[in-house]
């Protein structure tokens, strides 16, 4: 039933965002979608997502699950009265959450330029 179910925000649904907020949102999404999954940016991306999507609380059996992670970020982001200067301010505390984490675990990752 549910062959190819992701249960954390993947990396791929990135760019199914971009255009649900106005041009600076989209700008983010456009720059994190062309990263590879393993980069900062595209961590950081993908926690704030699992942060705003409640993903740890996801399990294959609710509704959210059998809505698939495409449609539950669209729903998530388009529900949220964010502006997109609130939404880049989540992402800059998502990412320095990532980045500390990294840095704490000695674990190494492509950085931003």
């Not at 249960?7 to 983010?28: A, M, N, T």
């Not at 840095?103 to 492509?110: K, L, M, R």
Request: charged share 25%; hydrophobic share 35%.
């Amino acid at each position: 039933m549910y062959s190819r179910c992701e249960i954390l925000f993947p990396h791929s649904r990135v760019s199914g965002l971009k255009k649900l907020k106005g041009e600076d949102w989209k700008k983010l999404a456009e720059r994190v979608a062309a990263l590879p999954e393993t980069h900062e940016d595209a961590l950081a991306f993908s926690h704030m997502m699992i942060k705003l999507c409640d993903c740890l609380n996801c399990d294959l059996g609710s509704y959210k699950a059998a809505l698939g992670c495409a449609a539950c970020s669209q729903r998530t982001i388009n529900a949220l009265r964010d502006t997109d200067q609130q939404l880049l301010r989540r992402f800059n505390k998502s990412h320095k959450e990532v980045s500390t984490y990294l840095c704490q675990t000695g674990v190494y990752v492509e950085k931003a330029a």
